[in-house]
DNA sequence: GAGCACTGC
């Protein structure tokens, strides 16, 4: 059997060992790490002694072991286990760091990313920033030549690989919650394959908390045809390794429902009257779909205690959501009081977002909104579907986390076991692929069709991406970027349609203006809404509101907001989202940045609200619309594809419906609505995209 | 007169 170095400081010598198995090894609990020789004080050994008790640990020397010898490992861990702090801990201490590489460890999440680095820096009693260091949109906090261990999103990465597309200066990457499947997850570990070919040395950790481990490790083993003998040479196996690490969760005791449920917000809220009324204590954690499912549940709960407050009286009725409030969301942190129970109706924000402590009983309604794109159509739509039987194992597991919980499903053990899928479609297959498209292209990778992704999404998908870029003038008829534009929208971490609007607002002489709008779009929304003050804000709204629709709006608030010293009593006086407009501020300063790198003017037109539509339209053509000649319900219809839409409610449009608008995005709900609507001249649409209309439909204009 | 699951550069 193999032998195993002496942890330590000194990184591990290659080695080539027999393994008759085939590369995975399973060595739990064999080693001892000899913790006492660097203690220096009370505080230290204790958090050395916390580090020993994670799960994760007695299997320190056997991934030490794995990540040595083989190209890529693949670590299942459960919750808890400790995989995400130590293990870019034990590769340091291995020396994986030394001669000023580096290793990267990713997260899907912002806050993920700075939660882990500030707990690691702690661990290590290291400055954060210093030795170990985190890079998000926005914040680098690393210093050059001192920082060893950083973690990022995997979105940082794929921006770094623009400027370095082998990441030369990594020794190690892990790429965290892969189970997640994320489009810039899959679309990092397609790349990352690619780039183990020309750096064999690169080691790859992929740390997942499902047993998806299997596909995984099919992705990352090399073709038959093409075995690299780079790798075998340099005495590292090219077939991934996988290693399961058990979690800490506590027993959950799963509960089917007998009968298929038809009314899921009713079937909740009469499953958390039931535990309250014959449950001992313990927080209670519902999953509904969206706002509207939340609403009603909490609405029906709370009748329930004002008409029958023997059954439900004691509970605290917390809804969670994105689009809540701040202080409202922070509600769900703050400890229960004695006596009391706190039920949180939440959407999937409470699956993998934010863990809430004290939970005890799950009651998972099978259901979540999800996105799917059609590329007939080029409309992405966000439908109630059913969840994976993964996502209802992540779901219960959110029971067990102080203490042994119960998880009542409202769906049959038939239905979960026979026509629940094993895991949820990854999100690359249901989107629109523009924004992937361009980043590959912009990585040299010209085969879009061919490319090896984890998922492959659909060539209608792809050829409708291809297609889109095209009609922008991003690519050329080769499919390749076009010069400068194409490289310009690549750099620029916007959709390309937006970005197109900026590269051309630089030739209109409004950029200043359309980088405020562009920052404006891509943040969720700068109004305050709620149940209540609707008719406040509607009329705030009204104040600002311009004739050639929501885009002018937005600079209207913008230059409000700018000339009240950016101040957070003019937004609450005006129901403008200060956090948002902050937001707005920072996604501006990047833009200007990044604008000025790649060439562009910085420019204002002043009032000239003429240039600035042109810009908008050289970004969105595609979603001109025409209102319906003898439509008396606002009724238009997409020049595209002839689409039924309306103007939202919410757009200072609605009810004005002029004859010519662009639109920013649809909604799909009962109808189809326009967000961020604005008028135009239709003739601008030939200048625009001459090959777009002009070839198509001749009469289309008219 | 309606609504936005969740992320990210």
Same mark, same amino acid.
């Given at each position: 059997m193999a032998q195993f170095w002496k942890p330590g400081t000194e990184k591990p010598e290659a080695r080539v060992v027999d393994d008759e198995e085939g590369g995975v090894l399973f060595l739990p609990g064999s080693n001892s790490l000899s913790s006492s020789s660097s203690s220096s004080g009370y505080g230290y050994v204790s958090i050395e002694k916390q580090r020993q008790r994670l799960p994760v640990y007695k299997y320190r020397n056997a991934i030490l072991y794995l990540v040595e010898t083989h190209a890529t490992t693949i670590i299942v861990g459960e919750t808890g286990s400790g995989k995400t702090t130590q293990i870019p801990q034990y590769l340091i201490e291995a020396g994986w760091a030394a001669g000023g590489r580096l290793i990267a460890c990713t997260q899907p999440r912002r806050l993920a990313v700075q939660a882990v680095a500030s707990r690691v820096s702690q661990e290590m009693g290291v400055q954060l920033g210093e030795q170990v260091g985190y890079t998000i949109r926005f914040e680098d906090v690393t210093k050059q030549d001192v920082t060893a261990l950083k973690f990022l999103t995997d979105g940082v990465l794929l921006r770094e690989m623009m400027a370095d597309p082998l990441l030369t200066k990594y020794s190690v990457i892990m790429v965290d919650e892969a189970h997640e499947r994320s489009i810039s997850t899959d679309i990092l570990l397609g790349l990352l394959k690619k780039i183990q070919r020309r750096r064999p040395e690169l080691r790859l950790i992929i740390a997942s908390a499902t047993i998806e481990a299997k596909s995984m490790a099919d992705f990352f083993r090399p073709r038959k045809k093409r075995r690299e003998p780079k790798n075998e040479e340099i005495g590292l196996k090219v077939e991934p390794a996988i290693l399961s690490v058990e979690g800490r969760g506590f027993n959950v005791q799963i509960n089917f429902a007998e009968e298929p449920v038809h009314d899921y917000v009713q079937a909740a809220v009469s499953t958390v009257? &039931?535990?309250? =009324?014959? =449950? &001992?204590? %313990? +927080?209670? @954690? *519902?999953? @509904?779909? %969206?706002?509207?499912?939340?609403?009603?549940? *909490?609405? @029906? @709960?709370? =009748?329930?205690m004002q008409t029958n407050g023997k059954h439900s009286s004691g509970l605290v009725i917390l809804p969670l959501y994105s689009g809540l409030p701040r202080a409202e969301q922070e509600l769900v942190f703050s400890p229960t009081l004695r006596g009391k129970r706190k039920v949180v109706i939440s959407t999937n924000i409470a699956e993998t977002s934010l863990t809430l402590e004290g939970i005890v009983y799950v009651v998972d309604t099978g259901f979540s909104k999800q996105r799917f794109y059609n590329p007939i159509s080029d409309i992405e739509n966000l439908v109630v579907a059913p969840i994976s039987r993964a996502s209802a194992r992540q779901r219960a597991g959110r029971a067990g986390r102080v203490r042994p919980g119960k998880c009542y499903r409202l769906y049959t053990e038939e239905y979960f076991l026979n026509h629940m899928s094993n895991e949820g479609t990854p999100e690359i297959q249901r989107s629109n692929l523009v924004s992937c498209v361009i980043q590959l292209k912009a990585l040299g990778i010209d085969n879009i069709l061919g490319f090896d992704w984890p998922a492959s999404p659909s060539p209608e998908a792809m050829i409708r991406a291809l297609e889109v870029l095209y009609s922008l003038g991003i690519l050329d008829d080769d499919a390749k970027l076009t010069s400068p534009t194409g490289f310009q929208v690549a750099e620029i971490p916007l +959709?390309?349609?937006? &970005?197109?609007m900026i590269i051309a607002s630089s030739q209109l002489g409004c950029s200043e203006e359309i980088i405020t709008i562009a920052a404006v779009l891509s943040v969720q929304s700068i109004w305050i809404s709620g149940r209540g003050i609707q008719k406040d804000s509607d009329e705030a709204k009204l104040r600002f509101a311009a004739a050639e629709g929501d885009h002018v709006t937005f600079l209207n608030v913008y230059k409000g907001f700018h000339q009240s010293g950016k101040s957070s009593q003019w937004c609450h006086k005006n129901y403008v989202n200060y956090h948002a407009m902050k937001k707005v501020l920072e996604v501006r300063e990047q833009l200007k940045r990044i604008a000025q790198r790649i060439g562009l003017v910085l420019k204002s037109c002043e009032s000239d609200m003429q240039m600035v539509k042109k810009a908008v339209t050289a970004g969105f053509f595609a979603n001109a619309c025409r209102l319906e000649a003898y439509s008396h319900n606002g009724m238009y219809k997409t020049l595209r594809g002839s689409e039924e839409v309306y103007v939202h409610p919410s757009s200072v449009l609605f009810r004005v419906n002029p004859k010519w608008v662009i639109y920013n995005s649809l909604v799909s709900t009962d109808r189809q609505y326009m967000r961020n609507v604005m008028t135009i001249d239709p003739s601008w649409l030939l200048e625009a995209a001459p090959h777009f209309y002009k070839l198509q439909q001749p009469n289309l204009l008219h």
């Open positions: 009257l &039931s535990i309250h =009324e014959r =449950e &001992s204590t %313990g +927080d209670i @954690l *519902v999953f @509904l779909t %969206g706002q509207d499912d939340i609403d009603a549940a *909490v609405h @029906l @709960l709370n =009748e329930d +959709d390309p349609m937006i &970005s197109k």
